[in-house]
């Protein structure tokens, strides 16, 4: 059924989401579809182990994130996180074995 505007849109989504009794469980095939996106685009041939993986995912999931509100933020015409001076952006290898090495210690 077309809808006649924006607001008829929104209204018929929040009537569904209003009637689902498990949330969870109406997202899980797009959850699912979005982790095998991540995978695909971390380990294309699955050489990595599992852990490996699965971190390389959890980092991929948190760059798309980033990305994401970096986008709704140009949007908005607002900075994304606000003021990042003083914030050591570095990776976080390099940044520990600077820390380490400064302490008198090893990473």
Do not use: C, Y
Not at 6 to 28: G, L, M, V, Y
Request: proline share 5%.
């Amino acid at each position: 059924m077309p809808f006649q505007s924006r607001d008829e849109a929104i209204a018929a989504a929040h009537d569904s989401w209003a009637r689902t009794p498990n949330r969870q469980k109406r997202t899980q095939a797009a959850r699912d579809a979005l982790t095998r996106r991540f995978e695909d685009q971390v380990d294309p041939d699955r050489v990595m182990s599992d852990k490996a993986r699965a971190k390389g995912v959890q980092n991929a999931r948190k760059a798309h994130m980033a990305r994401m509100r970096i986008a709704r933020a140009r949007k908005a015409g607002t900075p994304a996180s606000g003021d990042l001076s003083g914030h050591d952006l570095r990776p976080a290898q390099v940044r520990d074995q600077h820390r380490a090495a400064f302490k008198g210690g090893t990473a």
